[in-house]
């Protein structure tokens, strides 16, 4: 089961996840409506000095923005805004690095039509080149950082199992998960991996490191078969 520990601001919080057993770690870069932004220079001595690789969690920035980011050397761009499919496949021209495209769905129960859209904008994004796709829970009326995810509010976790079964490309799952919650999510959803920000947080920000190891440990208590093996062990 691969693990994503997302919204890290501080070196020691990188540590931390590092010893917990997380694969990579996750920066908010340039979206100053969050307490867990950072900046260019922030997110480059976090990369030069960690153990872990990072991903680059963007919100509607350029293709020029994007670029420039790319020369800090992440694992992964991951665009948590509203960025298009053609969009997703001109900046893959663009980089060396992954790409990930979050995806968004209401908290609650999900009606069909949700799930079906759901389904048909994951096949975009992979068909543009999305290396990954992360679903996260979004509301759509909020007018704060919580309009593009990082809720903290879990989706019908029942309802995205088939999304996640038919994905041609690794699914990352977010939205709620705590270390007491994401052994059922993962359960549920069958995911090929998990991503924890405010769920392993003491504040927004500053994570926990026994929150941390205790999501590392619940996410891989169960060794079954997940939706793609292409996480297994590590990255890339």
Not at 9 to 37: E, I, K, W
Not at 70 to 81: F, I, K, M, T, V
Not at 153 to 177: F, I, N, Y
Request: glycine share 8%; net charge negative.
């Amino acid at each position: 089961m691969f693990v994503k520990v997302c919204g890290l601001t501080r070196l020691d919080d990188v540590q931390a996840a590092h010893t917990a057993g997380a694969d990579c770690f996750g920066v908010l870069f340039d979206f100053p409506r969050s307490p867990r932004s950072v900046t260019f220079e922030q997110v480059g001595a976090l990369v030069e000095a960690a153990p872990l690789p990072a991903v680059l969690v963007t919100v509607n920035l350029t293709l020029a923005q994007l670029d420039e980011a790319a020369l800090l050397y992440p694992l992964a761009l991951q665009l948590h805004g509203d960025e298009t499919p053609d969009f997703v496949r001109e900046l893959r021209g663009l980089v060396n690095c992954e790409v990930w495209k979050v995806l968004h769905v209401p908290p609650g129960p999900l009606k069909r039509a949700t799930v079906a859209k759901l389904h048909s904008s994951l096949t975009d994004f992979v068909h543009a080149g999305s290396d990954r796709v992360v679903i996260d829970t979004r509301l759509p009326t909020a007018t704060d950082e919580k309009r593009y995810g990082g809720t903290g509010v879990p989706s019908d976790w029942v309802a995205l199992r088939e999304v996640v079964a038919e994905a041609r490309v690794p699914v990352l799952l977010t939205g709620g998960l705590t270390p007491a919650n994401v052994a059922t999510a993962i359960e549920l959803v069958r995911p090929a991996g998990v991503d924890a920000s405010s769920g392993v947080e003491t504040a927004p920000g500053v994570k926990d490191p026994q929150s941390m190891a205790g999501f590392v440990t619940a996410a891989r208590a169960d060794r079954q078969p997940r939706q793609s093996r292409r996480c297994d062990g590590g990255i890339g």
